[in-house]
């Protein structure tokens, strides 16, 4: 293949390339984005993103990875220096926020499956650089390792692991065939029989590159920002809530003052209702005045009159002048209203009107008392 065909095929790759790989999309911390639902963080562009650098014989696929998704976005010749170089520089220039990644096939790297006590999930690669001599054929110094998790089992307290081995002499001839696209690589994967990413990184740390993302800044302000809007979310609707407990515990102190006061007017309203039946009892049960009155009037005979009678806790006092004094209690206890009557004290006769002065007292009939004052003829 010529020179000219090498770029023009890199032309018509990097044209496709353009739709997986997003350009000047921002990046929140890990934290903040796992709270963001899978559609929006799609549509914010801010998921996890790598490029994968995928090694085959004679070509080298290019591969969009997001969110555990991988998208082939298509081949390039591996052998050419000057498509690899055209390579690096577009990605860095227009995905330089981006991780680059060089994954393996499955026949490159040695995996042994292990079971481990649960507890050495913490430090599990250091674990695992025990097992290196025991489980493979090679020392720990001739490989590059990382241990994995692939299950837990909860009942019987261990682990199902895998130690993945890659030999370093592997990884640096696959690196000598990235050429200029081996620097700068943020890790190596390797594919499982079934296709998908093994999820470790077999990249020597101190060949690993961690890409700074030009946006860092705007990054940080969006996650201060949220963590503002967060509390202040909090403390407002901490705020409404005591406002509202507050309203409710006034409205509480206004009904128990407004039940007492219920409480105290009904009490008052019952002693008024009870004073007033008893009143109408003892009204019932005895004669008005008017009518005592009116009763010993018709009884007295015309010779007779009263200079004073009194009526007093049920007792009337009549004193006055008469011809006969001594028939007034014979005509008054015929009477239904008076009980007892009886003259009290000595009847003298009046020199000036020739008639008997006298007391006389009774008994109202169903009182025992009453209180309406004196009557004065």
């Given at each position: 293949?010529?020179?000219?065909?090498?770029?023009?095929?890199?032309?018509?790759?990097?044209?496709?390339?353009?739709?997986?790989?997003?350009?000047?999309?921002?990046?929140?911390?890990?934290?903040?984005?796992?709270?963001?639902?899978?559609?929006?963080?799609?549509?914010?562009?801010?998921?996890?993103?790598?490029?994968?650098?995928?090694?085959?014989p004679g070509e080298l696929q290019l591969r969009f990875w997001r969110e555990g998704r991988a998208t082939t976005i298509g081949a390039l010749p591996v052998h050419d220096p000057e498509v690899l170089e055209a390579l690096r520089a577009r990605l860095e220039r227009s995905a330089a926020?981006?991780?680059?990644?060089?994954?393996?096939?499955?026949?490159?790297?040695?995996?042994?499956?292990?079971?481990?006590?649960?507890?050495?999930?913490?430090?599990?690669?250091?674990?695992?650089?025990?097992?290196?001599?025991?489980?493979?054929?090679?020392?720990?110094?001739?490989?590059?390792?990382?241990?994995?998790?692939?299950?837990?089992?909860?009942?019987?307290?261990?682990?199902?692991?895998?130690?993945?081995?890659?030999?370093?002499?592997?990884?640096?001839?696959?690196?000598?065939?990235?050429?200029?696209?081996?620097?700068?690589?943020?890790?190596?994967?390797?594919?499982?029989?079934?296709?998908?990413?093994?999820?470790?990184?077999?990249?020597?740390?101190?060949?690993?590159?961690?890409?700074?993302?030009?946006?860092?800044?705007?990054?940080?302000?969006?996650?201060?920002?949220?963590?503002?809007?967060?509390?202040?979310?909090?403390?407002?609707?901490?705020?409404?809530?005591?406002?509202?407990?507050?309203?409710?515990?006034?409205?509480?102190?206004?009904?128990?003052?407004?039940?007492?006061?219920?409480?105290?007017?009904?009490?008052?309203?019952?002693?008024?209702?009870?004073?007033?039946?008893?009143?109408?009892?003892?009204?019932?049960?005895?004669?008005?005045?008017?009518?005592?009155?009116?009763?010993?009037?018709?009884?007295?005979?015309?010779?007779?009159?009263?200079?004073?009678?009194?009526?007093?806790?049920?007792?009337?006092?009549?004193?006055?002048?008469?011809?006969?004094?001594?028939?007034?209690?014979?005509?008054?206890?015929?009477?239904?209203?008076?009980?007892?009557?009886?003259?009290?004290?000595?009847?003298?006769?009046?020199?000036?009107?020739?008639?008997?002065?006298?007391?006389?007292?009774?008994?109202?009939?169903?009182?025992?008392?009453?209180?309406?004052?004196?009557?004065?003829?």
């Amino acid at each position: 293949m010529s020179a000219n065909t090498s770029i023009a095929s890199a032309s018509t790759f990097w044209s496709n390339a353009r739709r997986w790989l997003p350009i000047g999309q921002q990046t929140l911390a890990d934290l903040f984005r796992g709270l963001i639902p899978a559609r929006w963080r799609e549509r914010l562009g801010i998921e996890h993103r790598r490029v994968l650098l995928c090694l085959r014989p004679g070509e080298l696929q290019l591969r969009f990875w997001r969110e555990g998704r991988a998208t082939t976005i298509g081949a390039l010749p591996v052998h050419d220096p000057e498509v690899l170089e055209a390579l690096r520089a577009r990605l860095e220039r227009s995905a330089a926020d981006v991780p680059r990644w060089l994954v393996l096939d499955a026949a490159q790297v040695l995996v042994r499956p292990m079971r481990l006590p649960a507890a050495s999930e913490a430090h599990l690669n250091e674990v695992m650089a025990h097992e290196i001599d025991r489980q493979t054929p090679f020392a720990a110094d001739q490989v590059c390792y990382q241990g994995r998790v692939v299950a837990r089992d909860a009942a019987q307290k261990q682990l199902h692991a895998e130690l993945v081995v890659l030999p370093r002499d592997r990884l640096d001839a696959a690196l000598s065939r990235l050429g200029p696209l081996a620097v700068g690589l943020a890790g190596v994967d390797a594919e499982a029989h079934d296709g998908k990413l093994l999820g470790v990184n077999l990249l020597p740390s101190e060949r690993r590159q961690v890409r700074t993302d030009r946006s860092r800044r705007i990054e940080m302000g969006l996650i201060l920002l949220f963590a503002g809007l967060l509390a202040l979310a909090m403390a407002l609707a901490l705020q409404s809530r005591q406002a509202v407990l507050l309203d409710y515990e006034h409205r509480v102190a206004t009904a128990t003052v407004e039940a007492r006061d219920v409480r105290k007017m009904r009490n008052l309203v019952s002693a008024a209702a009870a004073a007033d039946k008893f009143l109408a009892d003892r009204r019932a049960r005895q004669p008005t005045t008017l009518e005592l009155l009116t009763d010993i009037t018709h009884r007295i005979p015309d010779n007779t009159w009263l200079e004073k009678i009194s009526i007093t806790d049920g007792n009337i006092v009549m004193i006055g002048q008469s011809q006969q004094a001594s028939s007034l209690v014979g005509l008054l206890q015929g009477s239904a209203l008076i009980a007892t009557p009886a003259l009290t004290g000595s009847v003298q006769t009046d020199p000036r009107t020739g008639r008997e002065r006298f007391t006389l007292t009774a008994k109202v009939v169903g009182a025992t008392k009453e209180a309406p004052g004196a009557v004065q003829p």
